[in-house]
């Protein structure tokens, strides 16, 4: 490895800049400290066998090494009262790294993908439809993959699966506001940044208009409904900013296995409702349904959780899902971790 063979390296040289009568009392140790340095040379019992200060062994040795490129090439040399400090350079390190990378072929520690491979979900980037790719988005995007990549270097085997938020009151709005002011030529030319521009618009709107609030509430109603009008335009809205995610996952090399936005479980959050109903996890509370599990302690990340709103009717008639998206991802996750004995 690249410490030892530097370390062995620095010790040769240490002792052959000491006088003979020193050299049985040189020991190389790593500081306590990783500030002062990856090794250190303390100087206390060479005092006595050369007569002088620690400190000032310390200054003469550090100025002789330092005179040695085979060292200063590759370490950082300095005195520090009685010691004689030395950082490997991190310039070193990364192309040590590096190399051993390009070296190893099929990559550094890596493992073939074995028949009972443990499977590993992976949740990552979830971006907004309708609005532009953002720099918490990119994080999100990096780790995840990177983290599916060691992964799949280890032997796993990773499902990457990018959450999408494409669903809400939100798309209703924006229908409204391209019903009202759309341009499909703009659109195609400008993209996102033209959705993003008319869903500012119409929230200028709506402030202080009762009628269009009322509008853009039911234009969701009806995509919830499924109403082939607004479907097709929230569709519209889903494939250009797929398109324009897409691009961008292209340009940093990642890739997902599944695309399951929020829209992807409505249809599998009746299910959930029953199997909630059925094993009396379902409570009346102020009006709205909800699974309190205040005091049950959740099996697999020892946390507790609060209460998760259920179906209700709101004051427009129409049932208000609160979170149970979220919650049915939930469960067919975590039926998919129980499968795969994760």
């Known amino acids: 490895m690249l410490f030892d063979a530097i370390r062995e390296e620095i010790f040769t040289q240490v002792k052959n800049a000491l006088p003979p009568e020193a050299v049985a009392e040189a020991v190389l140790e790593v500081p306590p400290d990783p500030k002062m340095g990856d090794f250190g040379f303390p100087i206390f019992k060479l005092a006595k066998a050369m007569r002088k200060a620690p400190p000032m062994i310390a200054k003469d040795l550090a100025a002789k090494l330092a005179a040695m490129p085979a060292l200063t090439s590759k370490i950082e040399i300095s005195a520090l009262g009685p010691y004689v400090n030395f950082t490997v350079k991190r310039e070193v390190l990364v192309t040590d790294v590096l190399q051993s990378l390009l070296l190893s072929g099929d990559g550094l520690a890596s493992k073939k993908l074995a028949k009972d491979a443990p499977t590993v979900i992976m949740e990552f980037s979830s971006p907004n439809v309708a609005k532009p790719f953002n720099i918490y988005h ?89 109403d082939p009008a607004i479907r097709k335009l929230w569709e519209k809205f889903l494939n250009l900013s797929l398109d324009e995610f897409r691009r961008t996952y292209e340009r940093l090399n990642v890739h997902f296995d599944h695309y399951w936005g929020e829209s992807f479980y409505i249809d599998k959050v ?73």
């Open 138 to 226: 990119l994080r999100s995007t990096m780790i995840g993959n990177t983290l599916a990549r060691t992964y799949a270097a280890r032997g796993f085997r990773p499902v990457a699966i990018n959450h999408l938020g494409d669903w809400g009151t939100q798309y209703g709005t924006l229908a409204v506001a391209y019903e009202m002011w759309g341009d499909d030529a703009e659109l195609d030319k400008r993209g996102i940044e033209y959705l993003v521009e008319l869903y500012v618009r119409i929230n200028k709107e709506i402030e202080g208009d009762e009628k269009l609030q009322l509008r853009t509430r039911e234009y969701f109603t009806r995509l919830e409904k499924g």
């Open 270 to 342: 009746p299910a959930l409702e029953k199997l909630l109903k059925d094993k009396g996890l379902l409570l009346e509370s102020q009006g709205a349904q909800v699974v309190e599990h205040a005091q049950r302690q959740l099996r697999h990340h020892g946390s507790r959780a609060g209460p998760c709103l259920r179906p209700r009717q709101n004051h427009h008639g129409r049932k208000e899902l609160g979170d149970e998206r979220g919650r049915t991802s939930q469960s067919r996750r975590g039926h998919w971790h129980r499968r795969h004995h994760l």
